[in-house]
T-cell receptor, first 111, second 115 residues
Framework: GEDVEQSLFLSVREGDSSVINCTYTDSSSTYLYWYKQEPGAGLQLLTYIFSNMDMKQDQRLTVLLNKKDKHLSLRIADTQTGDSAIYFCAFLRNQGGKLIFGQGTELSVKP | DTEVTQTPKHLVMGMTNKKSLKCEQHMGHRAMYWYKQKAKKPPELMFVYSYEKLSINESVPSRFSPECPNSSLLNLHLHALQPEDSALYLC??????????????FGDGTRLSIL
């Protein structure tokens, strides 16, 4: 079946790097995503990676994909208080186009 | 700012009321989605429209009725809701390429409270 797992909480100091991890079971997806949700807001598409890539970098964000271990991570460099939010990893199931979400990691950034 | 616009932002209604949630996008996306989200939980898919036709209904109770009048608009009609239906309702849209949905873009949601 489909399963996406994330740790529920992460706390870091401002200026440190944050690493949010995600493991999944379905390896057939073409896309894997990271969404950010701030309190009271919708989901913001942060970045995504194609399944044939190992790494994608976009300014302070680095996504790593280890297909062998079915492990996806999001690294945020120089974490700021504005990065405090819930981060969801998700993958797109090829058949039907359904987006499967992890439980979300609540990132808390302390000054 | 999101490119998917949802109205209203907040809605309070009684269990006997009829109301509608609206969603609009002008990105030319041909797939649109309704999700329900409880606090600090991931969104749960409700409905998917592809090229204005309903393609997925995730066994949603009939008190929720979706409608896609055209490729830019998506409505969710509500009738006789229950207190457990209180949640954030999110709309999303995506492009479709070679029959496959592309990354989904979400609106800011409608926060619904049932009295």
């Amino acid at each position: 079946g489909e399963d996406v797992e994330q740790s529920l909480f992460l706390s870091v100091r401002e200026g440190d790097s944050s690493v949010i991890n995600c493991t999944y079971t379905d390896s057939s997806s073409t896309y894997l995503y990271w969404y950010k949700q701030e309190p009271g807001a919708g989901l913001q598409l942060l970045t995504y990676i194609f399944s044939n890539m190992d790494m994608k970098q976009d300014q302070r964000l680095t996504v790593l994909l280890n297909k062998k271990d079915k492990h996806l991570s999001l690294r945020i460099a120089d974490t700021q208080t504005g990065d405090s939010a819930i981060y969801f990893c998700a993958f797109l199931r090829n058949q039907g186009g359904k987006l499967i979400f992890g439980q979300g990691t609540e990132l808390s950034v302390k000054p | 700012d999101t490119e998917v616009t949802q109205t209203p932002k907040h809605l309070v209604m009684g269990m006997t009321n009829k109301k509608s949630l609206k969603c609009e996008q002008h990105m030319g996306h041909r797939a649109m989605y309704w999700y329900k989200q409880k606090a600090k939980k991931p969104p749960e898919l409700m409905f998917v429209y592809s090229y204005e036709k309903l393609s997925i209904n995730e066994s949603v109770p009939s008190r929720f009725s979706p409608e896609c009048p055209n490729s830019s608009l998506l409505n969710l009609h509500l009738h006789a809701l229950q207190p457990e239906d209180s949640a954030l309702y999110l709309c999303a849209s995506s492009q479709v390429y070679r029959g496959r949905a592309q990354p989904q873009h979400f609106g800011d949601g409608t926060r619904l409270s049932i009295l």
